[in-house]
């Protein structure tokens, strides 16, 4: 296949991950790092998957190929962690997942000898730290966050532990959790290639559910207990990492153990202060002046850089901590041996998507891409797909819908809402 055609391919895969409301912006880079991860051929096939979970007969179907030669495909690119396979009632179906948290990550979340790791480490560092497009759509082009950050539950008083809801707790997503997988931490893994890793744990990024199966049977995780988990939760938490998890209510699919010098989402929120890559928790710090000896071990822990040890006008020292940066994580609080920092609720309140479905949608509608998440042609043939989209738009606020009824300019959906209100 010539250069040409061969750019025409990545190109037409650029353009199907674009329909998503998490894409990947256009760049040389993300080119290199395609045509690391996927065959020329591979990319031709991707780039025409529907959004959203299907079956082998439907991927047959649109790549005109036997019901055992897309198998064969598809099972290729599982065993690859490009795609996900999921099992179901049904039998097995396949997704092609976002980027990021996926297929990005997934490359580097083992070591393997059939891809350049270190080439593509250095490609992602590239594309993601100093490109930054791709940072910047992800974290900073909707309102609604792909990630939310977990309170540190150990730090919480009796009073927080009363008023915190189960969806709020990183012990909650594991002990409810069908299957739970532990892998390694791309982001620390692509800084190890680059020289440039700090000596926080490796091996402690945590999935769950469906993702979490499909890494396991494909070898990219290790299985683990709700009693190792919860281990690796502590361990987390010794190492004043943060905990990232899926933005949502149910059915949360990852928690990443993030430290501010290597993971993309505390590099972010270092780099670009309040804009907040990820949603924080529902608690903030407190100082108590006059317990705290201004020792600066606060200081040095938050990950963000969200704290100071500054002098006042007497030239007294004071911690002073930038609310319109903190993401409430609790770290502070943990490495505060005087108990003089304690965590309170915050007043407002903060709204979380029931499901990933809930949080697409609202993605899309904040983006401006309804209509390339419901108008695709799979998705129209799936009722089970648009009955999902329709609910989730059915939960939104009056605005949010106006503003999705004014990009799909349905009948259908204006009658819905009509129905409701």
């Not at 690119?77 to 009632?89: G, P, Q, Y």
């Not at 080439?119 to 910047?136: C, G, P």
């Not at 002990?175 to 490796?202: F, N, W």
Request: proline share 3%; aromatic share 8%.
């Amino acid at each position: 296949m010539s250069h040409i055609s061969a750019k025409k391919e990545y190109k037409n895969l650029v353009d199907r991950l674009n329909k998503f409301p998490q894409g990947a912006p256009q760049s040389k880079t993300l080119y290199e790092i395609l045509s690391v991860l996927f065959t020329e051929r591979e990319a031709y096939l991707v780039s025409q998957l529907p959004i959203g979970a299907f079956r082998v007969k439907t991927a047959a179907r649109i790549w005109t190929m036997t019901y055992d030669e897309a198998l064969k495909v598809l099972d290729t690119l599982a065993s690859r962690a490009i795609l996900l396979d999921i099992e179901d009632e049904k039998g097995k179906k396949y997704i092609l997942p976002p980027p990021m948290a996926g297929f990005i990550e997934f490359a580097l979340m083992r070591t393997r000898g059939d891809i350049d790791q270190k080439l593509l480490a250095e490609l992602y560092y590239q594309y993601l730290n100093v490109e930054e497009d791709f940072i910047k759509d992800l974290f900073y082009s909707s309102e609604t966050k792909l990630g939310r950050v977990y309170v540190q539950e150990e730090v919480l008083t009796n009073e927080n532990q009363v008023d915190i809801l189960d969806f709020e707790k990183a012990t909650h997503i594991i002990e409810t959790s069908k299957h739970i997988a532990v892998g390694m931490c791309y982001c620390r893994h692509k800084m190890q290639h680059m020289g440039m890793a700090c000596d926080a744990p490796l091996d402690i990024c945590m999935t769950f559910g469906n993702t979490a199966n499909s890494l396991i049977q494909n070898n990219y995780a290790r299985r683990v207990d709700v009693v190792e988990c919860k281990e690796l939760l502590h361990q987390a938490y010794e190492h004043n990492l943060v905990q990232c998890g899926e933005n949502v209510r149910e059915g949360v699919t990852f928690i990443c153990n993030c430290c501010g010098c290597c993971c993309e989402a505390l590099l972010a929120a270092k780099k670009f202060g309040n804009m907040h890559p990820v949603q924080t928790t529902a608690f903030y710090p407190s100082v108590n002046d006059d317990s705290c000896i201004k020792c600066g071990k606060c200081e040095k822990a938050c990950p963000i850089d969200a704290i100071s040890l500054v002098k006042d006008d007497q030239g007294n020292k004071k911690v002073e901590i930038d609310y319109d940066v903190c993401l409430g994580c609790g770290i502070c609080a943990r490495n505060c041996n005087k108990g003089s920092i304690i965590l309170k609720r915050r007043e407002e309140k903060i709204i979380t998507p029931s499901s990933s479905v809930h949080r697409v949608v609202l993605q899309a509608i904040e983006k401006g891409t309804l209509l390339d998440l419901i108008s695709e042609t799979e998705a129209f043939k799936n009722h089970r797909v648009m009955a999902s989209i329709l609910s989730a738009i059915l939960k939104m606020s009056p605005v949010k819908q106006l503003l999705a009824k004014d990009q799909v300019k349905s009948i259908y959906l204006d009658r819905l809402l009509r129905v409701k209100q």
